[in-house]
């Protein structure tokens, strides 16, 4: 699909996306916990499809009532011996543990940019917790058998917390006595503030914490809570929201609603940004007004929040100076080399981003030309690019946009309903 993204003033209210952060670990939580759980304001982007597949694969039952998702679990039983986990990176980090506490050996694969992603930590970790492992050197797909067993075990958290999320979300399964995962150097820490709030909302057990090196399961046995029926509420997603947020600072005046200021969600820090920008910005419990005016150079570390760096160029474009973002090493194993990427997509625009070290340095303040760009299959590449339109000198034609479908498959349409002008063609 192509996009063509004209010059636009943006204006309207518009409900965040759900949060796909939030959407696959309460799936994943719903399968732990035995009995039923009710999901409201369920997500519909292609990871969250890939997640309710996958845990109907190990044994969930759904129905999809008016918009809430009734799932009733037995614990973890697979009925199948292929598990797809989409291009989801939180999936196939998060669902592995939990598939390897099956006996049986069962092939987990996945689709596009995942299968160039690194999965060689499964490799060290899961044979010191009694699973086979084989993967394609390094890469999908996996083979596992299991079953899984808790053990005291030591992890790298600079590569992803996702890992650390599935194998917290496993021992609670098993029902893990007097173990601790020691973790090295986590990342993304607020996404871990994430998968433990998750867990205790669905009643699983739960480590104690010592700083985030230690997770420590103790010896009590977990009751599960098994026959509570558990309803979880969806957040809003603040990593789609990012992009609607900037587009307001670049050339809008709306509302943005659905947001909860005291979310764990990592991507929150967008709004520290936008403050420093010196754009508009009225925040409330559940809803932020943002309006476009004379944006300015900031500074700002993304090293917990690698996601935004696509809307931060976008609107680190529109800012008088330069702008300087820390964390790009993040940036590697992500549906593209992002940091790559948005220099090479941003510089067709007529914006130069450098690169030197963990930094990026985005000259802003230039007026942004049109021209033909492409979102890699990258969805938060299509997204940026977007928002790069809306004060450009011309339009922005946008290759592979149906990248979008990933994470927020309603952003055209949502920025179309502010006033944007957006043409589709397939």
């Known amino acids: 699909m192509i996009a063509t993204i004209h010059p636009s003033e943006i204006k309207g209210t518009i409900q965040a996306p759900a949060s796909k952060s939030s959407m696959q670990r309460a799936c994943a939580a719903a ?43 037995k614990g ?48 060290q970790i899961l044979p010191q917790l009694q699973v086979k492992v084989q993967t394609n050197q390094g890469k999908l797909p996996i083979e596992v058998t299991g079953p899984l067993t808790p053990s005291n075990i030591t992890i790298d958290g600079t590569l992803s917390s996702q890992f650390l999320t599935g194998l917290l979300m496993a021992y609670a399964a098993a029902d893990a006595k007097d173990v601790s995962i020691k973790v090295n ?53 603040w990593s789609g929201a990012a992009f609607l947020l900037v587009a307001g600072a670049i050339a809008g005046n709306i509302t943005v609603n659905g947001l909860d200021i005291y979310s764990t969600q990592a991507d929150k820090a967008i709004i520290q940004a936008l403050i420093d920008t010196g754009c508009i910005i009225s925040i409330e419990p559940h809803q932020i007004h943002i309006q476009k005016s004379n944006l300015r150079a900031f500074h700002f570390n993304a090293t917990d929040c690698p996601d935004l760096f696509p809307p931060l160029v976008a609107l680190a474009a529109y800012c008088e100076g330069t702008t300087v973002i820390e964390g790009t090493e993040r940036l590697t194993h992500k549906e593209s080399n992002r940091a790559l990427t948005l220099q090479e997509e941003f510089g067709k625009l007529g914006i130069n981003i450098q690169l030197q070290d963990n930094l990026m340095m985005i000259e802003g303040g230039t007026e942004l ?32 946009a149906e990248a979008i479908n990933k994470s927020y498959p309603d952003f055209y349409h949502h920025i179309s309903a502010l006033g944007a002008v957006v043409s589709l063609h397939h």
């Open 31 to 73: 399968l732990v916990k035995t009995g039923t759980s009710i999901i409201y304001n369920p997500g519909y982007s292609n990871d969250d499809r890939a997640a309710l597949q996958v845990i109907q694969q190990l044994g969930a039952t759904i129905q999809n009532e008016n918009n809430r998702l009734i799932i009733a679990s």
């Open 76 to 123: 973890i039983n697979a009925n199948t011996q292929h598990i797809n986990c989409g291009e989801s990176g939180l999936g196939i980090r998060m669902f592995t543990a939990l598939i390897a506490l099956n006996p049986t050996s069962i092939v987990i694969t996945g689709e596009g940019s995942l299968l160039q992603r690194p999965m060689d930590f499964f490799d």
């Open 185 to 237: 150097n986590l990342k993304s820490i607020p996404y871990i503030d994430l998968t433990l709030k998750v867990m205790e909302h669905f009643f699983l057990k739960i480590p104690h914490n010592d700083g985030y090196h230690n997770f420590y399961f103790d010896k009590t046995t977990h009751t599960n809570a098994q026959n509570t029926m558990v309803e979880y509420e969806v957040e809003g997603d």
């Open 369 to 400: 030309q049109a021209a033909t760009v492409s979102s890699r299959h990258d969805h938060r590449i299509a997204m940026a690019c977007a928002l790069a339109a809306l004060k450009a000198n011309g339009p922005v034609v946008i290759q592979s």
